[in-house]
Each structure stands twice: as C-alpha cells, then as structure tokens.
C-alpha cells in the first residue's frame, strides 16, 4: 500500500488553513465485518488495530472542553469497539450530536441484535455505505450477499422511524463510484435511489451523499495493478475547482486515528501525514485538545486533496456545492 505514497506527495496543490474545529471525527479501529474494494482505510476481519479505553475515555473531555459539536465515529466497523456505546451515551449526555458510518451488515454480526434500538434511543444519525441500488453492484463491490443484508437492516432501521418525516431519526446513504471516475450529479442519483429503494423494497432516506475514490489505501493500490492510477490522479486534478477549497471538511475537522493522533482529515491519516507539527516538534495526539484547538494552523496537503476539491467536490457530508 504505501508504495503510492511517494507518488502522492509531491504536490501543487493551494495552501489553506485551519478554522476552529465544529467535527471530531474518531476512527475507533480497522476491524471490520467486511473488506470493500473502495475502502480507503484497508480495514478488514483480520485487522487487529483498536483504541485503548483510556484514549477513548479522553473524547468526551475533549467535546466539552473544545465545545465541539459533532462526533463522527468511524472505523472499520466502530460498533466493533467494545466502548462503543459507553462513548455514544457520554457524547450524547453532553449534547453532542453523534454520526455513527454503519456499513448495515455489522447489524448482524454476534452481539449486535439490539444495535439498531440502542442507535434509535440515542438518537445517533446513521450514514450508511451503499455503493448502488442494484444488488449485483453492491455484491460486486462489498461481497456476496451484502447487498440483501443492507436492505434487511435498511427495513430495520425505517421500522424504527429512520428516514422518516419528522422522527427526528436521520438516516443517510453513501454511494462511491466503482471505478477510476467522478461520481454522478449528487441531485440526480438522490433521486433514482429514493425512486427504485421505494419501489423495489419500500425504503425510505433522507439525503444520499455521493463521495470521490481517494487514490489511497485499497483503492490506490487497485489503480497501480491494473496501471490506472496516473490517469485517475490527472482526472483529480484536471476537475480541480477552487470554489470547492472554502468549504474542504478538514477545516473545521479534526482526524483521530485508533491511538490517538491528530490528523487534518481520514485520509492524511491513512497516508501517515500527520498533523502539522509545532514549534515545540511534538506529535499532536487527543491529549492535546485539552489544551489548545489549532484553530488558523496550516493544513498539511497533497495530491490526494484534488480528490475533495474536483468537479461538485466531496467530504463526509457529501458534495460541496
């Protein structure tokens, strides 16, 4: 995997800077029911890497005394972690809105039968991965039989009041294009996703967020064996558009990897390009946060960062305009 880094580095992308931080998005371990062939992250069944509890018992400290407003836990499959859901209890008892990235087949793992009732009693809005509405493109991306598993937990989740007018209980789609292309006009594919889910199997949602393929990871190395992955970098940045760069998510988010180190974004932190370091040459970790929120630091880039900034541009929230 990291033999693309070199390749990534070296960069021409605009310098930007950080604003005061409203997201901290915590990846909670790379250990996973699945193993998607876009997954930036590489995580898997066989991944072992999981946050200490005494890292996780620092995120709450954190939220209060930085005021942030959202948690965005992620992993791998974070419902995986065993603090799991003594986190979203102490996030929401502060009042922090919690995001929890479900993969929707985690709802059937051992342990995991009452998650989706603990998810609604939380109130915990739910952005879930689902690359297509067809089942063998789902299949084809995430594996045999994921594609009618995800309905079933979908079902589970409007059964609950999820994707529903005024339940309060949000449920969000992702989609990420197969191969080395742009994704589609985010409008219109929202459409044919709530037209053919309702249809065909009676789902409801509220918003689909459609994300670009970072050159990283599982993907990166998937474009350098099949001698696809200068061309994908040059559609990146032959799309860049510099309206996007005002709105980038790590502006105003902050990246937690498993042990507790700082990162700009999710994917800086799957390239090891950690945090820009301070006068004091110290790696930053949660700790920190305690003591300082790095608001106007400048946000370390690369090539990669065309990824979030080409064509309708992309985040964790879907496009940027």
Same mark, same amino acid.
């Given at each position: 995997m990291?033999?693309?880094?070199?390749?990534?580095?070296?960069?021409?992308?605009?310098?930007?800077?950080?604003?005061?931080?409203?997201?901290?998005? !915590?990846?909670?371990?790379?250990?996973?029911?699945q193993?998607?062939?876009?997954c930036?992250?590489?995580?898997?069944?066989?991944?072992?890497e999981?946050?200490?509890?005494?890292?996780?018992?620092l995120?709450?400290e954190?939220?209060?005394?930085?005021?942030?407003a959202?948690?965005?836990?992620?992993?791998?499959?974070?419902?995986?972690?065993?603090? #799991?859901?003594?986190?979203?209890?102490?996030?929401?008892?502060?009042?922090?809105?919690?995001?929890?990235?479900?993969?929707?087949?985690?709802? #059937?793992?051992?342990?995991?039968?009452?998650?989706?009732?603990?998810?609604?009693?939380?109130?915990?809005?739910?952005?879930?991965?689902?690359?297509?509405?067809?089942?063998?493109?789902?299949?084809?991306?995430?594996?045999?039989?994921?594609?009618?598993k995800?309905?079933?937990?979908?079902?589970?989740?409007?059964?609950l009041?999820?994707?529903?007018?005024?339940?309060?209980?949000?449920?969000?789609l992702?989609?990420?294009?197969?191969?080395?292309?742009l994704?589609?006009d985010q409008?219109?594919?929202?459409a044919?996703?709530?037209?053919?889910?309702?249809?065909?199997?009676?789902? !409801?949602?509220?918003?689909? #967020?459609?994300?670009?393929?970072?050159?990283?990871?599982?993907?990166?190395?998937?474009?350098?064996?099949?001698?696809? #992955?200068?061309?994908?970098?040059?559609?990146?940045k032959?799309?860049?558009?510099?309206?996007?760069?005002?709105?980038?998510?790590?502006?105003?988010?902050?990246?937690?990897?498993?042990?507790?180190?700082l990162?700009?974004?999710?994917?800086?932190q799957?390239l090891?390009?950690?945090?820009?370091?301070?006068?004091?040459?110290?790696?930053?970790?949660l700790?920190?946060?305690?003591?300082?929120?790095?608001?106007?630091?400048?946000?370390?880039?690369?090539?990669?960062?065309?990824?979030?900034?080409?064509?309708?541009?992309?985040?964790?929230?879907?496009?940027?305009?």
């Amino acid at each position: 995997m990291h033999a693309i880094l070199p390749l990534i580095e070296t960069s021409g992308f605009p310098a930007i800077r950080r604003l005061q931080p409203t997201t901290l998005q !915590v990846n909670l371990g790379y250990r996973c029911n699945q193993s998607c062939l876009h997954c930036h992250v590489n995580a898997g069944p066989t991944r072992t890497e999981m946050m200490a509890n005494e890292t996780l018992a620092l995120i709450p400290e954190v939220l209060d005394k930085r005021g942030i407003a959202t948690l965005d836990l992620t992993g791998g499959a974070p419902e995986l972690h065993e603090g #799991f859901r003594s986190l979203v209890r102490a996030a929401r008892g502060l009042g922090v809105k919690v995001i929890d990235r479900c993969n929707l087949t985690i709802l #059937f793992e051992p342990g995991q039968s009452d998650l989706a009732d603990f998810l609604a009693a939380q109130q915990v809005e739910i952005i879930a991965s689902l690359p297509c509405y067809t089942q063998d493109n789902v299949d084809r991306q995430r594996g045999a039989g994921v594609f009618e598993k995800s309905i079933k937990a979908l079902r589970m989740f409007n059964d609950l009041g999820y994707g529903c007018s005024d339940s309060g209980l949000t449920l969000n789609l992702v989609y990420n294009p197969q191969g080395p292309d742009l994704p589609p006009d985010q409008n219109e594919l929202e459409a044919d996703y709530k037209r053919e889910l309702a249809a065909q199997y009676g789902i !409801v949602f509220n918003r689909l #967020f459609v994300l670009t393929n970072m050159p990283i990871q599982r993907f990166g190395s998937m474009l350098v064996s099949r001698g696809q #992955f200068d061309a994908y970098l040059r559609l990146l940045k032959d799309n860049y558009q510099a309206d996007n760069l005002a709105q980038v998510m790590c502006r105003e988010l902050i990246s937690v990897d498993w042990r507790g180190h700082l990162y700009d974004c999710d994917f800086n932190q799957q390239l090891g390009l950690a945090m820009a370091l301070g006068k004091d040459d110290k790696p930053r970790h949660l700790a920190d946060l305690l003591s300082g929120d790095f608001s106007g630091q400048t946000i370390r880039v690369a090539d990669h960062c065309y990824g979030c900034t080409a064509g309708q541009g992309s985040s964790c929230g879907g496009v940027l305009q």
